[in-house]
């Protein structure tokens, strides 16, 4: 099994599917309190005395005065020559400087271990623990005969190591400042350099070094402000705290008071958590974890007063057991949000349904009605809304009102509005007025007041259908006497003598779930759009991003979770949501999903590591109420090198495996294993479906073609075999085709290949003055103007081919090729919309609808289905308890999901 991540080694890369390292100094800088960072420090030698001293004033403390503080500072204010242990040194304390005034604390290298000691001093007091026992509670401390011990932690690959201070005995209460009592497990206040907040424990051990310091261990709760949330740490409740597994050591006298800290169950029902909070300094009710900026539930009692080795990051289960072997396939409901042509959710069934949940997609939602199209198409199961997601969640509100009317639903979140008018049955004649836009004999146009009779309600939306400048709600009406060409959208408000037909609407509707109601929904999933974060755009507002109108469905999306409350939610996004304004949006999404009791985490992944030849990194977030398992992340399955594209805060959030491990990984794909078995078209093809016209070459291409019932976790019927669809390019104009028909077919071949361009020593391309410039037949230029420009002419970009032995940076929603690398190889035109969505991990059976265009845009704007399919086989087992540890890491099991045997390609162990 792998072993633990190794925060301590070497700059290189070792060549596979592993994180960069610099990993150490990543996690100290995750946190923004170099204290709760420094945690994770070693304790020093006695003998580095001096220049440890020196480090910590550069670093954080420079200022520092004679004030004893935890953890370090002290033990760098406290030079002073070895004690003699069981001598008293008594210090000068009065009790005017206790616990309640600011604390100036006096240099207290000359605590005592006095029982029943003078007044003023910092010393332990009541019996020793018993030596057996303290050695079996904390064998670490009793190793060695010097002050310090260097430990090597469990972790497999043998490199972490850290220094032990050494301990003469331990005790279980402490008097501080001669007045203040603490006991073992006591919460309390550690003192902190000035001007900063004093710093929040649980106090886990007490004891005597051999050297005769007095210490206590630490175990640091944080506050949510040096979390990863930063400055968006206002957002969550003062009084809230998060405990952590970080320890260190500190001199005794560093405790300032004891808290009450009460530990609260974590509830999605916000007010019945606010009814459960006594009176309190803080609460808490989750740990907080650096790996993967998770927040989880806190673990049971008696692990949160013992200290624990750090262990693997990843979960030992054993996976090998668990596909299939839910005999029962427990049934979930999921919601797609700007679902798109539902590429995110298709993945998260299938790869659910093979870790033996039966995750269906009930509800999808966007606002591009050629992206809903597709979606229905492939997923007949699916209610798919075409409307923007602001209007589904008023939608969502104005049904559960209605249902409650209709006392088919208790309204809990709702007060029962107007809609009870409709229980009257006297108002029942259907007859409704409608104005009719009619033209006069003249031909003008006008309108008019008629009575018509309404024969039923076909649908319902939340929104202005007939464009009158009003949002509001409406119902469809088929007409009494009239067919479906004369449907109209009614609104509510005019259909009230309607009862009959709203009721038997509602009801219908209701027992059928067209819409959930809070509770109906298990999981969420979207990746709701935040184009005020993208480098593209160039009036981004870095100050406040959620003021941005770009950037508002990030809101959305997250009052959609508040007011569904599913059991999961994955939320997907670009990784500039955790580069854009330092990160805002991301700690922005972190915050809201803690704020609703959610437990979080998130982590980014890069498509290729799954099995692709794209490399694509994303970032996703996972949510689960408290009272489930949180879903890990799937470890990569193939070798690929991840790229530095995450800032170096977040490069821990990385799904990767660590250094030192040896997974077994499949060779990273290329572009020919994807497509080199599709029939060559030309610029022109223009025909939706066609014969593949001959066999899979690869292994990726079996398994892509598959049909849908053959795919491992589909759970569709029966559907047969499958044409081979959108396999046509973007037509490029004339001009485009002729240029690219001038481009050679070998690797590297792009603008920068046809006559008149040179590229000098600096990479960046001139015209060559002996040579006359080219012109196409339409009198365009051969070599555009925007091409010698693009980057500053140092891009390599335009009209560039791509290679059969190439993995694609990021498939993008367009196809032009003026600025990306996007030639077929071989072929005189742009990858088809297939040889894209073979990119993205596609199936084949997947059929696209819309106009070329949005074909493309449906194709780039996806989540890679091998991600997602890998995302839901963990969503899959954490839905279903089968997850046995909190980690945030998983293997998939061997070859997921991919049946078919192995052919030729081997293990990547040897592709070096
Ligand atoms: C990144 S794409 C989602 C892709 C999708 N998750 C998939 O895997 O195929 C974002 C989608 O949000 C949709 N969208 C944008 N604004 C929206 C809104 N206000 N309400 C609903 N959908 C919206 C876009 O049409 C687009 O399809």
């Given at each position: 099994m792998p072993s633990t991540r190794n925060t301590s080694t070497s700059t290189e890369e070792a060549g596979s599917v592993k994180k960069q390292t610099r990993s150490s100094q990543r996690i100290r800088n995750t946190v923004s309190k170099p204290a709760y960072n420094e945690a994770i420090d070693i304790i020093e030698d006695e003998s580095s005395e001096v220049s440890r001293g020196g480090k910590r004033k550069e670093r954080s403390v420079a200022s520092a005065a004679k004030t004893s503080k935890r953890s370090k500072p002290s033990l760098e204010e406290t030079p002073s020559p070895k004690s003699n242990n069981d001598e008293a040194v008594l210090h000068d304390r009065s009790e005017s400087e206790s616990k309640t005034s600011p604390k100036i604390l006096k240099n207290k290298r000359e605590a005592a271990v006095v029982d029943g000691g003078d007044d003023g001093e910092t010393m332990f007091i009541g019996e020793p623990v018993a030596d057996e026992e303290a050695r079996r509670r904390w064998p670490k401390r009793y190793q060695g005969k010097g002050a310090k011990r260097v430990v090597t932690k469990?972790?497999?690959?043998?490199s972490d190591s850290e220094e032990v201070i050494q301990a003469r005995r331990h005790y279980t209460q402490a008097k501080v400042d001669g007045c203040l009592i603490y006991n073992l497990y006591d919460d309390a206040h550690v003192k902190a350099e000035e001007g900063e907040d004093n710093y929040i424990c649980k106090i886990v051990e007490m004891f005597e070094a051999v050297d005769g310091d007095l210490y206590f261990t630490a175990q640091w709760f944080y506050r949510a402000r040096d979390t990863v949330l930063k400055k968006l740490g206002h957002l969550i409740d003062k009084k809230r705290v998060f405990f952590s597994e970080i320890q260190d050591d500190n001199p005794l006298d560093c405790l300032v008071e004891k808290l009450n800290i009460v530990k609260v169950s974590l509830n999605v029902d916000s007010e019945v958590k606010k009814k459960e909070i006594p009176s309190c300094d803080y609460y808490c009710d989750m740990l907080y974890k650096l790996e993967y900026s998770s927040f989880t539930n806190l673990p049971p009692e008696e692990k949160t007063n013992v200290s624990e080795e750090a262990s693997s990051t990843i979960s030992e289960d054993n996976l090998d057991n668990v596909v299939g072997a839910n005999n029962n396939h427990e049934e979930a409901s999921l919601l797609d949000l700007y679902s798109g042509c539902g590429a995110m959710s298709t993945g998260l069934c299938l790869g659910a349904n093979m870790a033996g949940l039966k995750l269906v997609t009930r509800w999808a939602v966007d606002i591009n009605k050629y992206a809903c199209e597709s979606l229905q198409w492939n997923h007949p199961e699916t209610t798919v809304r075409n409307e923007p997601a602001e209007d589904f969640l008023a939608l969502l509100k104005e049904w559960e009102r209605l249902c409650a009317s209709f006392s088919l639903s208790k309204s809990e979140n709702l007060e029962k509005q107007s809609f009870n008018s409709y229980d009257n049955e006297d108002d029942n004649n259907n007859e409704v007025e409608v104005e009719v836009e009619d033209e006069d004999e003249d031909g003008n146009g006008g309108s008019d007041g008629e009575v018509f009779e309404v024969e039923k309600f076909l649908a319902i939306c939340y929104g202005d259908p007939k464009e009158k400048g009003e949002r509001q709600l409406h119902f469809k009406v088929r007409w009494k006497n009239y067919g479906p060409e004369e449907d109209t959208w009614e609104p509510l408000?005019?259909?009230?003598?309607?009862q009959e037909c709203l009721k038997e609407f509602v009801t219908a509707g209701f027992n059928s779930k067209i819409l959930p109601l809070p509770g109906d929904v298990d999981v969420i999933c979207g990746g709701p759009p935040c184009q005020g974060i993208s480098g593209f755009n160039r009036f981004r507002n870095k100050d406040n991003p959620l003021q941005d109108e770009k950037n508002k469905q990030l809101q959305v999306f997250m009052d959609i979770v508040e007011y569904l409350k599913p059991k999961f939610v994955l939320m997907e996004n670009v990784v500039d949501i955790v580069k854009f304004s330092e990160g805002f949006l991301g700690r922005y999404a972190l915050s809201q999903l803690l704020h609703l009791n959610y437990q979080v985490r998130m982590g980014m992944m890069a498509a290729g590591a799954y099995g692709l030849p794209q490399f694509r990194m994303r970032a996703f977030f996972w949510g689960a109420r408290p009272n489930e398992k949180l879903p890990q992340y799937p470890l990569p399955t193939h070798d690929l090198i991840v790229r530095g594209v995450i800032p170096l805060e977040f490069e821990m959030n990385t799904v990767a495996w660590s250094e030192g491990q040896k997974p077994e990984l499949e060779k990273k794909l290329l572009l020919e294993d994807a497509i080199s078995d599709l029939p060559p078209v030309g610029n022109y093809e223009n025909q939706d479906a066609m014969d593949y016209g001959n066999d899979p070459k690869t292994e990726f291409q079996q398994f892509i073609r598959l049909s849908r019932d053959d795919m491992p976790g589909s759970s569709s019927a029966k559907s047969g075999k499958h044409l081979l669809y959108d396999?046509?390019?973007l037509q490029l104009n004339t001009d485009d085709y002729q240029r690219v028909c001038r481009i050679p077919k070998r690797k590297g071949a792009n603008f920068r290949d046809l006559p008149g361009v040179l590229v000098k020593a600096d990479n960046k391309v001139e015209w060559d003055p002996n040579v006359e410039r080219v012109y196409l037949e339409s009198g365009k230029p051969l070599v555009p103007d925007y091409a010698m420009t693009f980057v500053g002419g140092t891009s390599c970009k335009p009209f560039a081919r791509l290679w059969w032995d190439e993995t694609v940076p990021t498939v993008v929603t367009r196809a032009e090729p003026h600025n990306q690398a996007i030639l077929h190889p071989e072929q005189?035109?742009?990858?088809t919309i297939r040889e894209n969505a073979r990119l993205q991990g596609f199936?084949?059976?997947?059929k696209l609808f819309g106009p070329v265009k949005e074909r493309y845009i449906q194709v780039g704007n996806a989540v890679a289905v091998p991600v997602s399919r890998a995302l839901g086989y963990a969503l899959g087992l954490a839905y279903q308890g089968v997850v046995s540890s909190d980690e945030p890491l998983m293997k998939l099991p061997p070859r997921f999901p991919n049946p078919v045997e192995k052919t030729s390609s081997g293990s990547s162990q040897d592709n070096s």
């Open positions: 469990s972790s497999k690959d043998g408000e005019g259909l009230g003598d309607c396999h046509r390019p005189d035109r742009v990858l199936p084949d059976y997947y």
